[in-house]
């Protein structure tokens, strides 16, 4: 019974990525969306925090990124880029979904 | 899972008057009761904060909507689940918490406490067994 | 598969609504069924036909509203949240006793059931806010 949890905020302004970590179970996907995706910027203590999570699946919404000017060489690694289809390709091959709002 | 009847997780993060988003989720638990399904209500992050006793909101001039929270066992919502470590981060326990309750119509209408506290894991694995998620 | 999609937050604050668009848009496009489409809390704010964007940028509630007329979608304004915010159709300017309605072309009021009739009927809800 797989989940994806969506994550939309910034993980230097809000807690909403870490706490979704901390309920994240194994074999569930995690998408940044909107300012979420700032998390992927390699380097960063939350790129970090995403490294070291295990049996969870990361993706990241390619829009969001592309307007915030994360390129593919500041992605870390382990994040897979997806576009809007992607996005859905992800909910509905996951049993439900989870807002971090 | 019974013919038509889904489980239902009313996942409340928010804190309670600094924005609408408690006020207009128990709005929706309202109505939700009832279509029948199988409710649960979670309260995590600042979300606890929401259950914490003593409101008072007359000098503030905006709508004291504690009662609502009283009233959720009248509409069978007997469900609460408060994450213990959201709670003791912020430097709470049960102590600081409205006391909610509902009547058992299993055991004579015995009044019972609707707040389950669990534990981080419990509240992941109660996410996990819903159908729907609704997040405030 | 069907879909049903919650909008929480207005447009130009906050980048909820577009996300949603995009991704009503997408999921059209692979061939699922958008049941419904619910605006609640400030996500009411889309459905104001009074909005005038600078020309250089989106028009979000029109956007909505021409995908509404394409696709045939049910785009839902919660009626509770609608009325604290002023958005009004006309029948409700009526009942109040307000001297004018706004809601765009392509969304109905209605009441928070919507929601958990959403909830119920589709097979993934996905909620867009702040």
Known sequence: MAMLHIVNKSPYEKGALESCLNHALEGDTVILIEDGVYACVKGGRAANALASVKGIRFAALSADLKARGIGEDKMTEGVDVVDYGGFVDLVTSCDKTESWL | MSEGIKKFLYVNRKAPHGTIYALEALEVVLIGAAFEQDVSLAFLDDGVFQLVKGW?????GSKNFAPTYMALGDYDVSKIYVEKESLEERGLSEDDLMELTYED?????????????????EMARLMAANDVILSF | MKLGIV?????YTHEASDTAYNFVVAALEKGHEIFRVFFYHDGVNNATRLTVPPQDDRNIQQKWTDLQAKHDLDLVVCIAAAQRRGILDENEMKRQGKDAYNIAPGFRISGLGQLIEAGIQCDRLVTFGD
């Open chain 2, 105 to 121: 119509e299993d055991d004579d209408w015995a009044e019972k406490s609707s707040i389950h506290i669990v534990s981080r894991e």
């Open chain 2, 56 to 60: 008072d909101t007359k000098e503030l």
């Open chain 3, 7 to 11: 909008v929480n937050e207005g447009p």
